[in-house]
């Protein structure tokens, strides 16, 4: 991939890598500043999926330039981060697009715990505000539960209580396990108990997308993010979320029900109809829709481009 790697804040780890799309290096201050911001999940960094490259070109080509976002949380810090901080380093990457590189238009687009991240940040978006950054839309593609996922590992129950005993004695950032794969390793990732609790615990932190939260909560989660137009992109055989494929579905379409409409749950089913705002299942596909990119790339263009009509 052709690009620049710049730094948009003040710490080591404020980078992202503005993708050209071409053999040629992009321009900083582009004569087309419109920009999707890709930011990745747990242990994510850049170039996290398979679908970045080509996405990348198709952007170029639609009018658009990828920023990847690399947060402080990003590799192996994920374990001592938050989502707050997360939003944090949004927030300044959204205000250096906007000053630095006179964006105009920005998409977030999110990848499993991204999702998160986007859905924190709009949250702190008082309600009759407008965005301080000209955004367009999101796109949250995988998002999936990581308290689901770990509640597959029991063995990390007594982890999860050594934590509760930590955070209960003022002591919840201290690293209470090495964690690879849901599982304790020597070399996994360093985890604070507080992070670990955020993701495992039900109405944790870090618990947006699991399928037995009620409807009241998808709501107060989720309806935020419905203030601009919204894709929701899952694989049906996403290999971290809850059960079989139409389990996986029906739970995305809650999602999106939550974003759109905010009556999940009271017999709305127009959900599939708005032009802007919808579900896109990727057949077959597991959680980075490796094999399915071109897919997910057109998908991708075709959004944009409705959202720039709408």
């Known amino acids: 991939m052709q690009g620049v790697l710049a730094r948009y804040g003040p710490g080591s780890a404020h980078l ?11 321009k900083l201050h582009a004569s087309r500043p419109r920009h999707v911001v890709c930011i990745g999940g747990l242990s994510d960094g850049l170039t996290h999926a398979s679908y970045v490259p080509p996405l990348a070109t198709a952007l170029s080509e639609a009018g658009w330039t990828l920023v990847q976002a690399q947060l402080q949380s990003c590799y192996e810090s994920w374990g001592i981060g938050s989502l707050d901080q997360d939003a944090d380093d949004l927030q300044t990457l959204l205000e250096w697009l906007r ?8 998409v977030l687009l999110g990848h499993s715990t991204g999702c998160q991240d986007i859905a924190r940040l709009l949250q702190r978006i008082p309600l009759g505000t407008p965005a301080p950054w000209p955004l367009v839309a999101t796109v949250l593609q ?4 990581d308290r689901e996922y770990l509640c597959k590992f029991p063995e990390l129950e007594p982890v999860a209580e050594r934590a509760r005993q930590l955070v209960a004695a003022g002591r919840e950032e201290e690293i209470v396990a090495r964690l690879s794969g849901g599982q304790e390793s020597k070399k996994g990732t360093p985890v604070t108990a507080r992070r670990l609790l955020a993701l495992y615990e039900r109405g944790g932190d870090d618990d947006y997308f699991s399928s037995d939260l009620s409807d009241d909560s998808l709501n107060v989660l989720l309806s935020p993010v419905g203030r601009w137009p919204c894709m929701v992109v899952i694989g049906d055989a996403d290999e971290y979320a809850l059960g079989d ?8 379409r809650r999602l999106v029900c939550a974003i759109q409409t905010g009556s999940v749950g ?6 599939r109809r708005s032009p802007v705002s919808e579900l896109l299942v990727v ?7 490796d094999g399915h990119e071109s897919e997910f790339v057109a998908a991708m263009v075709r959004f944009l481009g409705a959202c720039e009509t709408s």
């Open 245 to 252: 494929a139409a389990t996986i579905v029906a739970n995305a």
């Open 266 to 271: 009271k017999g709305r089913s127009d959900w």
């Open 142 to 145: 995988a998002a999936v539960s």
């Open 99 to 106: 000053t630095t590189q006179a964006c105009t238009g920005v």
């Open 16 to 26: 992202c890598f503005i993708s050209s799309g071409t053999s040629e290096a992009p």
């Open 283 to 289: 057949k077959g596909a597991g959680h980075s829709l």
